[in-house]
């Protein structure tokens, strides 16, 4: 799969950022949480996007520890209607972070309370470089991942997904509508973890790198 600028997406381009929680068993394990029996559909505002093209990545740290979450992202190109299948929806893919304030978010869950401060602050939606989308069957030849310094960390694959892309899809757009500009963030394997002032991250996908940025920590 090509990297090629008719399938890239600008972030001016962005409208709904949609993000599913506890998408793989061993993730929502290492976390103690129980898995959802339907999709966990959370969103980000579009203002939290910021691609990872080499640059210092200023994330907050004074409201506790920031974790990391490599995620599969699709691109929508096309108005959904219902009964479309995933391959007339999709433009393209990558692979981002849904980075998290997982102390603020263990205190809002705790409290009953919505997720938006843990995980909608700015720069918190990242996203490599868009490859071209050609089909749901070739997503699952390859696996994804995140390296830290040159050491993985996680590694997934679309195959183990609890709800697969065509139960997200018709989930979230007979729900809240689907249309070009939205983006799809899938949910994360297990491995996540705190990052830390100048960590190097790269995201990868079937073993080619899509960006890379360098944590900076801010009050």
């Known amino acids: 799969m090509s990297i090629n600028a008719r399938h890239s997406l600008a972030l001016d381009a962005i409208r709904n950022i ?42 907050p740290s004074s409201q506790g520890s920031v974790h990391y979450e490599a995620e599969l ?3 929508v190109g096309n108005t959904y209607e219902a009964g479309m299948s995933c391959d007339d929806l999709f433009s393209s893919f990558t692979v981002g972070l849904d980075l998290t ?14 997720w938006l401060a843990a995980k909608g602050f700015r720069n918190s939606a990242t996203l490599g470089r868009w490859l071209e989308f050609r089909s749901v069957a070739a997503m699952a030849d390859h696996d994804f991942g995140l390296t830290i310094n040159g050491l993985e960390v996680q590694r ?25 500009g939205d983006l799809l963030f899938t949910g994360t394997p297990a491995g996540v973890g705190a990052l830390s002032e100048g960590d190097r991250v790269e995201v990868w996908w079937n073993e080619s790198d899509l960006g890379s940025l360098t ?5």
């Open 101 to 114: 304030l997982r102390d603020v978010q263990d205190r809002l869950k705790a409290k009953g309370h919505p």
């Open 156 to 180: 997934g694959n679309a195959n183990d997904m609890v709800f697969d892309l065509q139960k997200i899809v018709d989930h979230v757009g007979g729900a809240y509508g689907l249309g070009a």
């Open 18 to 59: 949609y993000c599913v929680g506890r998408n793989y068993r061993l993730h929502a394990a290492e976390l103690g949480n129980e898995v959802p029996t339907s999709p966990m559909i959370f969103t980000k505002p579009s203002h939290s996007a910021v691609e990872m093209n080499g640059n210092d990545l200023l994330v």
């Open 73 to 75: 992202v699709f691109a």
């Open 215 to 219: 944590v900076k920590l801010q009050g």
